[in-house]
């Protein structure tokens, strides 16, 4: 019987997602004149390490898909046990001679089908795993565009590139932003706990006077 074995990825997923979503290509437009293409550039970097270890929002749904990964993981380690533990159970009892012809078939075909319905368990539990990490995925990019493209409503930046391990050959500490850009996202950002709390007051406050 095959091993089956469920891996977690609950925060390199995240970067990945991150750093691939800024590697896909730009989409220029070929027909633009020189007229509007700017005199100068101005440009910044933000570090995505950075982002992945101190904005709150990365933090909060890491842990949550990595405990996620572990109870699917521990819940199909502890059915694979029971289920060798049964197999092992049948052999010790087959070779002792213990079932006839007809129930040692039964009982075979019994462990053979607890074993498909593990299979498909697992590729369930996977794929559930899957969806929730592209959610958390999609909403920490919607949530980091969403602020820049605020943030540059002021700053006015043509680019604004990420920099995560050896992707940028070069680049000079003068144009990272990363701080900016960390403080920027916490402030803005309430978490699980924060939206909580804020629900709690509004269910608790008295109800006005009409």
Same mark, same amino acid.
């Given at each position: 019987?095959?091993?089956?074995? =469920? ?8 970067? =990945? ?39 709150? =929002?990365?933090?909060e749904f890491a842990n949550i898909l990595e405990k996620k990964g572990n109870n699917i ?13 049964a197999a092992a159970n049948f052999q010790q009892k087959l070779q002792q001679n213990a @079932? ?46 969403? =602020? ?8 006015? @930046? ?29 402030k803005a950002y309430k978490g699980a706990s924060a939206k909580k709390e804020t629900s ?11």
């Open positions: 019987m095959k091993k089956m074995v =469920f891996k977690t990825m609950a925060v390199t997923t995240i970067v =990945f997602a991150l750093t691939s979503c800024n590697k896909s290509n730009p989409q220029v437009d070929q027909k633009v004149s020189e007229q509007n293409v700017p005199s100068s550039l101005k440009i910044a970097y933000v570090e995505v390490d950075s982002i992945m270890t101190q904005y709150a =929002f990365c933090k993981q521990n819940t199909l380690s502890a059915k694979q046990q029971q289920l060798q533990a @079932y006839t012809r007809e129930q040692a078939e039964g009982i075979q075909a019994n462990l053979q089908r607890q074993g498909n319905d593990l299979q498909a368990l697992n590729q369930r539990l996977t794929n559930e795993f899957q969806a929730e990490t592209e959610k958390y995925n999609k909403a920490l990019r919607d949530s980091i565009q969403h =602020f820049l493209a605020k943030y540059n409503v002021d700053k006015k @930046y043509s680019l604004i590139l990420s920099k995560s391990g050896d992707n940028l050959l070069y680049a000079d500490k003068a144009f990272n932003i990363t701080d900016e850009v960390v403080t920027g996202l916490n709690a007051e509004e269910n608790n406050a008295p109800a006005k006077k009409k």
